[in-house]
């Protein structure tokens, strides 16, 4: 099963993170077919910069990349906010477009979800 969470608004990171949570415990006891990627775009691109205030939101981030999720952000939510991609999460794939990644993702069959 394939699942595309896109965020795109700062105030919708808890709910993201609870997701990642629950798909997390999912694929280790229940679905271990799980393929998620998280696309972030807009605002909510801000919160990936690695800075004490973001700590708490790192360590959900990292435990859904130990689990094989990807997180992607959108090189253009970067420009906009002025945003070095060095500056990010060590682990957050940078991708040029974050709607085109959400449609490619969509014709590749990943089901789409905005908490």
Same mark, same amino acid.
């Given at each position: 099963?394939?699942?595309?969470?896109?965020?795109?608004?700062?105030? /919708?990171?808890?709910? %993201?993170?609870? &997701?990642?949570?629950?798909?997390?415990?999912?694929?280790?006891? @229940? /679905?271990?077919?799980?393929?998620? !990627?998280?696309? %972030?775009?807009?605002?909510?691109?801000?919160?990936?910069?690695? &800075?004490?205030?973001?700590?708490?939101?790192?360590?959900? @981030?990292?435990?859904?990349?130990?689990?094989?999720?990807?997180?992607?952000?959108?090189?253009?939510?970067?420009?906009? $906010?002025?945003?070095?991609?060095?500056?990010? $999460?060590?682990? %957050?794939?940078?991708?040029?477009?974050?709607?085109?990644?959400?449609?490619?993702? !969509?014709?590749?069959? $990943?089901?789409?979800?905005?908490?």
């Amino acid at each position: 099963m394939k699942i595309l969470l896109h965020i795109d608004q700062t105030e /919708r990171w808890s709910a %993201v993170q609870g &997701n990642l949570t629950n798909l997390a415990n999912a694929k280790q006891n @229940l /679905r271990p077919d799980l393929d998620i !990627e998280v696309v %972030v775009t807009g605002e909510a691109i801000q919160q990936l910069v690695d &800075n004490d205030d973001n700590h708490a939101l790192k360590e959900t @981030l990292k435990m859904a990349t130990d689990a094989g999720f990807v997180i992607a952000g959108c090189n253009n939510s970067l420009n906009r $906010f002025k945003i070095a991609p060095e500056d990010l $999460f060590s682990f %957050v794939r940078v991708v040029p477009a974050g709607l085109i990644e959400v449609a490619e993702k !969509e014709n590749e069959g $990943f089901a789409y979800v905005k908490p």
